[in-house]
C-alpha cells in the first residue's frame, strides 16, 4: 500500500464512523418519537448480545477433559456474583478476567 491508498483508507474508515456516530440523530432528532419495533429492540438487543457473547467465549469449553471447564465456570461465577453484589459492568468483566487468568496462570 503506498501513502495515498492508506491516505484514503483512513479517510473512508472516518467517514463511516462520522455517519454511523451521527446517523441516529439526523434519522430521530430530539422530540421526534422513535417507532415502537426499535423501542423493543432497544429493550432487548443488549441481553441478546451478552448471551451471544457468554456462548462464544465458552463454545471452545471441553467438559470431557481436564480441567473440565472449571475455570470458566469459576470465572463465570465470579462475573454473577461480583454483578448481583455491585451491579457494576466494569467491575464484573474485571474481576472475571482476573479470576480467569489467575486460575489458569496458577491453579489449572
Given amino acids: 500500500m503506498n501513502g495515498m ?4 483508507t483512513v479517510a473512508v ?13 439526523w434519522i430521530f432528532p430530539q422530540g421526534r418519537r422513535r417507532p415502537a ?3 423493543r429492540l432497544s429493550e432487548s438487543l443488549p441481553y441478546a448480545v451478552i448471551g451471544l457473547l457468554v456462548v ?3 463454545r471452545g469449553v471441553d467438559l470431557t477433559a481436564p480441567p473440565y471447564g472449571l475455570p470458566e465456570g ?23 478476567t482476573l479470576a480467569y487468568m489467575l486460575l489458569v496462570q496458577t491453579v489449572f
Fill in 56 to 58: 462464544y467465549c465458552l
Fill in 13 to 25: 474508515i472516518a467517514a463511516a464512523t462520522v455517519l454511523t456516530r451521527f446517523l441516529p440523530f
Fill in 37 to 39: 419495533w426499535l423501542t
Fill in 74 to 96: 469459576i470465572a463465570v461465577a465470579v462475573v454473577a456474583l461480583l454483578h448481583a453484589w455491585r451491579h457494576n459492568t466494569l467491575l464484573s468483566i474485571g474481576g472475571g
Fill in 5 to 8: 491508498e492508506k491516505a484514503m
